[in-house]
């Protein structure tokens, strides 16, 4: 049975026809998590909530994130609403062009359109403004304390 897999493996290599044993062995591809990647990128892990499962990331950084469903949390005093999908562009320690999350201030939700992580703070982007918090307040991914299918029922929620 030896000789027979080593005659092969020579046709093979003879023909031009390289296999690689090491492929199989290692088993198929197993993407990084959600939290592995906000890992990778030097991002809090609880900037999203635990109902961030699935991402499409594109090598340009470009990458659309998708929630189990639509999403509000209470963060520092805030209320923070997540659509299902959430798109951006991801570079180490921050993101740009987001959407698909608001923040509740005062009486409007207002878009939050980017994230900075360094020195030991988290800066929020709403529209042209900046909101820096303490990093140690993101240690825990956020629950859940409504949730719906869109945008709209999410702010109808909050604005009865």
Do not use: Q
């Not at 998590?33 to 809090?44: I, N, W, Y």
């Amino acid at each position: 049975m030896a000789a027979a897999s080593t005659l092969l493996h020579l046709l093979l290599v003879a023909g031009g026809l390289v296999v690689s044993t090491t492929a199989s062995a290692t088993g198929p591809y197993d993407p990084p998590t959600v939290p592995e990647l906000m890992d990778r990128f030097g991002l809090p892990r609880a900037l999203l909530p635990d109902t961030a499962r699935r991402y499409l990331l594109h090598d340009d950084g470009t990458f659309e994130l998708f929630l189990d469903d639509g999403c509000v949390i209470e963060a520092s005093g805030y209320r923070v609403g997540f659509d299902i999908k959430l798109s951006g562009k991801v570079a180490p320690g921050r993101v740009t062009g987001l959407e698909g999350v608001r923040v509740r201030v005062l009486f409007a939700w207002v878009p939050v359109t980017g994230v900075e992580a360094a020195g030991g703070a988290v800066a929020v982007t709403l529209g042209p403004f900046k909101k820096s918090f303490p990093a140690v307040g993101f240690k825990s991914n956020p629950r859940c304390i409504a949730g719906s299918r869109s945008a709209d029922s999410w702010v109808d929620f909050w604005s009865s």
